[in-house]
């Protein structure tokens, strides 16, 4: 279907071949002096103008919006018709004093001249080959050049005896100033439309370029993705599955040490009994470390199909800062890591879990990644809205990494952090619940010297009651 730009462009195309082509005739018009003085009549001169440039708009878009054979062949006969048009309009226009005639084998020549050739010119130009221009543009020239020419040798002037003397110079020079004007915008146009086009295709080149770039780093991410996932997914299963095997042969195991006739004794039993104990936990721990991989992808998953739903209540930072520190008792004492927490005394409107995924999160990366021996968890309220701090004293993270480090699956290469195990999902699962509270996540780090992240949150819009500040409180 044609859009609105190919009109356009067909329209463009028909005015300039039409100026192009009534330049050839005047140029050639100028040229010719017979034997008897001359005036144009300008009027009917600028009629045969308009003549050229409308044939030609018209010509162009039947043959190039319609496309199919016969509509070529219309637009060609129309096209060649005005180009007839304009030129023998230009040579009523001609008015020499002296006595005209016309030779009418060269007058029918010169239409079927024109015609021909037009409609070729039109054949040409819908190929879109390499080169059809130019063999459009090589037609149209011999159309106009072989209409003048077979044209002028159809007119005829005999010398009535008044001298030649080009009385009216003016006339002449305005023409050819006319036609030196409008064939120089010509070459403007066609030069400004040609670095138009190169730029605009440039850009829509360089447009491709980026989006074919973006896809092939999105795609990369996610075999990346792919292939450290299975090896997450493998490393707690091949532990569940092994210490499985352990459990179902450790009776036929203790058994077949025995000596023959040795009684089962209690100190059999409680060795069993401690190896069933360690090895249910490692399965446990195991199981649930796959859990926790599980729920990331389930969650991010979900978070990036925008299927996210937020609970929103009110509830006590302080409390919420508590909880975090209790969940991480353990392992910080094991690693002796410090997590002091500090609370400005207030109650905001949010979805707690969702506050407490995130911080579980930060708090989870810092004892993980940071090397830290002190971890600070602060809630403070900030302008319109309240802001959660996770500060650590550990080693920091490269300026190059901070703004990738939020991405889905991206993890800093380096051997200590694969050890740590994750998915690289973890930030990028905060920075979406951040946002999906209209607030954002933010991180200032400083090689050797520690990794603040810093979450925003603006006052939620469903205010909540005093009674259930209140109470949160
Ligand atoms: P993961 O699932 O691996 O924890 P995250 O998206 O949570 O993924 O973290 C991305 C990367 O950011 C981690 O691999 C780690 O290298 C780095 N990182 C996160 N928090 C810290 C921190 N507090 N100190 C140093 N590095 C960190």
């Given at each position: 279907?044609?859009?609105?730009?190919?009109?356009?462009?067909?329209?463009?195309?028909?005015?300039?071949?039409?100026?192009?082509?009534?330049?050839?005739?005047?140029?050639?018009?100028?040229?010719?002096?017979?034997?008897?003085?001359?005036r144009f009549d300008l009027s009917l001169t600028f009629d045969s103008l308009v003549m050229a440039i409308l044939g030609a708009i018209l010509g162009i878009m039947i043959a190039g919006m319609i496309k199919t054979r016969i509509a070529?062949?219309?637009?060609?006969?129309?096209?060649?018709?005005?180009?007839?048009?304009?030129?023998?309009?230009?040579?009523?226009?001609?008015?020499?004093?002296?006595?005209?005639?016309?030779?009418?084998?060269?007058?029918?020549?010169?239409?079927?001249?024109?015609?021909?050739?037009?409609?070729?010119?039109?054949?040409?130009?819908?190929?879109?080959?390499?080169?059809s221009g130019l063999k459009m543009t090589a037609a149209l020239t011999l159309a106009i050049v072989g209409l003048h020419f077979t044209g002028m040798a159809a007119y005829n002037v005999a010398?009535?005896?008044?001298?030649?003397?080009?009385?009216?110079?003016?006339?002449?020079?305005?023409?050819?100033?006319?036609?030196?004007?409008?064939a120089g915008m010509i070459v403007m146009g066609g030069l400004f439309t040609y670095f138009i086009e190169k730029?605009?295709?440039?850009?829509?080149?360089?447009?491709?370029?980026?989006?074919?770039?973006?896809?092939?780093?999105?795609?990369?991410?996610?075999?990346?993705?792919?292939?450290?996932?299975?090896?997450?997914?493998?490393?707690?299963?091949?532990?569940?599955?092994g210490y499985a095997s352990f459990l179902s042969k450790l009776k036929s195991n203790t058994t077949s040490k025995l000596k023959p006739g040795e009684p089962i004794t209690e100190a059999h039993f409680n060795s069993l009994g401690d190896q069933t104990e360690l090895y249910g936990q490692r399965v446990k721990s195991a199981g649930g470390h796959l859990l926790t991989i599980i729920n990331d992808i389930l969650d991010y998953t979900s978070i990036e199909?925008?299927?996210?739903?937020?609970?929103?209540?009110?509830?006590s930072t302080r409390d919420l800062l508590l909880e975090v520190a209790e969940q991480f008792q353990g392992l910080s004492g094991e690693k002796s890591i410090t997590l002091s927490t500090e609370s400005d005394d207030m109650a905001v409107m949010a979805d707690r879990a969702r506050c407490l995924q995130i911080l579980i999160n930060l708090v989870g990366n810092a004892l993980k990644f940071s090397k830290a021996d002190h971890i600070y968890l602060r809630a403070r309220a900030q302008g319109t809205g309240f802001r959660f701090e996770v500060e650590d004293n550990g080693r920091g993270i490269d300026k190059k990494d901070l703004t990738r480090i939020f991405q889905a699956f991206t993890q800093i290469e380096n051997a200590d952090n694969r050890s740590e195990g994750g998915t690289g999902?973890?930030?990028?699962i905060c920075k979406k619940l951040s946002i999906a509270h209209g607030g954002d996540i933010t991180?200032?780090?400083?090689?050797?010297?520690?990794?603040?992240?810093?979450?925003?949150?603006?006052?939620?819009?469903?205010?909540?009651t005093s009674k259930q500040l209140a109470q949160a409180a």
């Amino acid at each position: 279907r044609p859009n609105n730009q190919a009109i356009v462009w067909y329209g463009m195309t028909g005015i300039t071949a039409g100026i192009a082509i009534w330049c050839t005739h005047f140029i050639a018009i100028l040229a010719y002096q017979p034997s008897a003085p001359v005036r144009f009549d300008l009027s009917l001169t600028f009629d045969s103008l308009v003549m050229a440039i409308l044939g030609a708009i018209l010509g162009i878009m039947i043959a190039g919006m319609i496309k199919t054979r016969i509509a070529i062949v219309i637009g060609g006969t129309l096209f060649g018709l005005a180009v007839v048009a304009m030129h023998y309009t230009g040579m009523v226009a001609y008015r020499v004093q002296g006595a005209v005639s016309w030779d009418n084998t060269y007058l029918v020549a010169s239409a079927v001249i024109a015609i021909v050739l037009a409609t070729t010119a039109l054949c040409f130009g819908m190929r879109m080959t390499k080169g059809s221009g130019l063999k459009m543009t090589a037609a149209l020239t011999l159309a106009i050049v072989g209409l003048h020419f077979t044209g002028m040798a159809a007119y005829n002037v005999a010398s009535i005896g008044i001298d030649p003397d080009y009385s009216n110079p003016q006339e002449y020079a305005l023409l050819a100033l006319v036609i030196a004007g409008t064939a120089g915008m010509i070459v403007m146009g066609g030069l400004f439309t040609y670095f138009i086009e190169k730029r605009t295709r440039m850009e829509s080149i360089e447009e491709l370029r980026q989006a074919r770039d973006a896809a092939e780093s999105a795609s990369r991410a996610k075999s990346e993705f792919m292939s450290v996932l299975s090896h997450e997914l493998r490393t707690p299963l091949t532990i569940v599955i092994g210490y499985a095997s352990f459990l179902s042969k450790l009776k036929s195991n203790t058994t077949s040490k025995l000596k023959p006739g040795e009684p089962i004794t209690e100190a059999h039993f409680n060795s069993l009994g401690d190896q069933t104990e360690l090895y249910g936990q490692r399965v446990k721990s195991a199981g649930g470390h796959l859990l926790t991989i599980i729920n990331d992808i389930l969650d991010y998953t979900s978070i990036e199909l925008n299927d996210i739903k937020l609970s929103k209540a009110a509830f006590s930072t302080r409390d919420l800062l508590l909880e975090v520190a209790e969940q991480f008792q353990g392992l910080s004492g094991e690693k002796s890591i410090t997590l002091s927490t500090e609370s400005d005394d207030m109650a905001v409107m949010a979805d707690r879990a969702r506050c407490l995924q995130i911080l579980i999160n930060l708090v989870g990366n810092a004892l993980k990644f940071s090397k830290a021996d002190h971890i600070y968890l602060r809630a403070r309220a900030q302008g319109t809205g309240f802001r959660f701090e996770v500060e650590d004293n550990g080693r920091g993270i490269d300026k190059k990494d901070l703004t990738r480090i939020f991405q889905a699956f991206t993890q800093i290469e380096n051997a200590d952090n694969r050890s740590e195990g994750g998915t690289g999902l973890g930030l990028a699962i905060c920075k979406k619940l951040s946002i999906a509270h209209g607030g954002d996540i933010t991180v200032e780090s400083i090689v050797g010297t520690g990794t603040k992240f810093t979450v925003f949150f603006p006052f939620s819009l469903d205010a909540p009651t005093s009674k259930q500040l209140a109470q949160a409180a």
